[in-house]
């Protein structure tokens, strides 16, 4: 592992991700639109309107919200995506990335590198699920490899027992176990709890990571 990235590498690293989301957002189809993403349950749209919810909502509201849920983060999140899809246009999902490119919104913890996995992560939840190949870029990608920290598990059900996760394009891996083989990006998305399309891991644990 190398030096920690200092702030302003993290901010332009963001800004250029959701800048290019953005774009690659606004080529989608319609029928692209409605199609399952990664994150059970949600279409394409659900997950890009959750990704700039932390921009268009206040604490205040976020708070009520999650009042209203009875205290379950998943179930605010849930509410609050399907709701704004159904209230936002296609272009205006994908407008709102690009025009708080640079908000300074950070998840509850894990601080700025945390903001960037959960534009890059979500921005995979589309591409992968519709078999789009956007590379992450490996700057961005090496920031986020770097942070994969344990104590967030529990947050996004990743289970890596026994498991070593060996990237094959990057000079990366974590864990220990049976090694598990992919791009680094397809390894990222391991680590934030996502079940992959058959084909893009190798090993002898494979089943436990890839979608039914």
């Known amino acids: 592992m190398g ?15 959701r800048r290019e989301l953005a774009d690659f957002f606004e080529a989608l189809t319609p029928a692209q639109w409605d199609a399952p993403s990664l994150c059970a349950g949600w279409r394409v749209r659900e997950v890009v309107a959750h990704m700039s919810m932390g921009f268009r909502h206040r ?4 708070l009520l919200e999650l009042v209203k849920a009875r205290g379950s983060l998943h179930r605010m999140t849930d509410r609050l995506a399907r709701r704004d899809a159904a209230a936002h246009s296609d272009a205006a999902l994908a407008a709102f990335l690009r025009t708080h490119a640079h908000h300074p919104w950070k998840p509850p913890v894990g601080g700025l590198a945390a903001a960037l996995g959960h534009d890059v992560v979500h921005g995979l939840d589309v591409t992968v699920a519709l078999g789009l190949d956007r590379e992450v870029p490996e700057d961005r990608l090496r920031i986020l490899l770097d942070a994969v920290d344990p104590r967030a598990f529990q947050v996004f059900g990743t289970d890596l027992t026994g498991v070593r996760l060996c990237a094959d394009d990057v000079d990366w891996s ?25 084909g893009r891991l190798r090993g002898d644990e494979v089943h436990r990571f890839v979608t039914a």
């Open 3 to 17: 030096k920690a990235p200092d702030t302003a590498t993290i901010t332009t690293a963001i800004a250029a991700e």
């Open 59 to 62: 604490t205040g509201q976020v």
């Open 174 to 198: 974590f864990g220990s176990g049976a090694p598990l083989y992919g791009r680094g990006q397809d390894l990222l998305l391991v680590a934030y709890g996502r079940s992959l399309p058959a």
